[in-house]
Antibody, heavy 121, light 111 residues
Framework: QVQLVESGGGVVQPGTSVKLSCVTS????????MHWVRQAPGKGLDWVAA????????SYADSIKGRSTISRDNSKDTLYLQMNSLRADDTAVYYC??????????????WGQGTLVTVSS | QSALTQPASMSGSPGQSITITCTGS?????????VSWYQQHPGEAPKLIIY???TRPSGVSNRFSGSKSGNTASLTISGLQPEDECDYYC???????????FGTGTRVTVL
């Protein structure tokens, strides 16, 4: 079965960086676009970033554009999100999400359990 | 990043039907059929229950159905059951640089 396991979250200070990882299994990773979606405590869902299956094309939400990088290693079936200059409003559970297609168009058909990033001094 | 508009809460008795609306614009729901719906129980990750406006993934109950008219998408839950009590979110692909918008979320209570 499809599994997505995130790691890398924790308590970090404002202005610092964090790198999230998502190890996947149970499907052909290199044929699916992947996303990060976040959810602030008690709030709704926000799409954060996406990357095509071959890693050639990436897109970011305006809220993190310019200070974050999504990447993937298809030899390790792993997705990453590097976030810099963290702010208090970046505090959220970050979900690794499988896209339904090769690019980023479609639906979010499988979700990890999420990793909590808390930005606080 | 503009969120799609959903009612904050809805309720119904077991066996009843409810319809959750998701209102967007002609930059998202109005021009794309990439509308999906997600179910989220407390403390759990969201789960896809409808994609491409009206298609159910394998294993999802046929009590869930989706539709769209103009800039508004809808999720109908028929024969409401206690396990349907949780949060529901819609989502749509958009013309914006922020590729996807999510709905504000609807908490469903089974009375």
């Amino acid at each position: 079965q499809v599994q997505l396991v995130e790691s890398g979250g924790g308590v970090v200070q404002p202005g610092t960086s964090v790198k999230l990882s998502c190890v996947t299994s149970g499907f052909n990773f290199k044929t699916h676009g992947m996303h990060w979606v976040r959810q602030a405590p008690g709030k709704g869902l926000d799409w954060v970033a996406a990357i095509w299956a071959d890693g050639s094309t990436k897109s970011y939400a305006d809220s993190i554009k310019g200070r974050s990088t999504i990447s993937r290693d298809n030899s390790k079936d792993t997705l990453y999100l590097q976030m810099n200059s963290l702010r208090a409003d970046d505090t959220a559970v970050y979900y690794c999400v499988r896209g339904s297609g090769y690019d980023w168009i479609g639906s979010f058909d499988n979700w990890g359990q999420g990793t909590l990033v808390t930005v606080s001094s | 990043q503009s969120a799609l508009t959903q009612p904050a809460s809805m309720s119904g008795s077991p066996g009843q039907s409810i319809t959750i609306t998701c209102t967007g614009s002609n930059s998202d729901i109005g021009i794309y059929n990439y509308v999906s719906w997600y179910q989220q129980h407390p403390g759990e990750a969201p789960k896809l229950i409808i994609y491409d406006v009206r298609t159910r993934p394998s294993g999802v109950s046929n009590r869930f159905s989706g539709s769209k008219s103009g800039n508004t998408a809808s999720l109908t839950i028929s024969g409401l059951q206690p396990e349907d009590e949780c949060d529901y979110y819609c989502s749509s692909y958009t013309t914006s640089s922020t590729l996807y918008a999510f709905g504000t979320g609807t908490r469903v209570t089974v009375l």
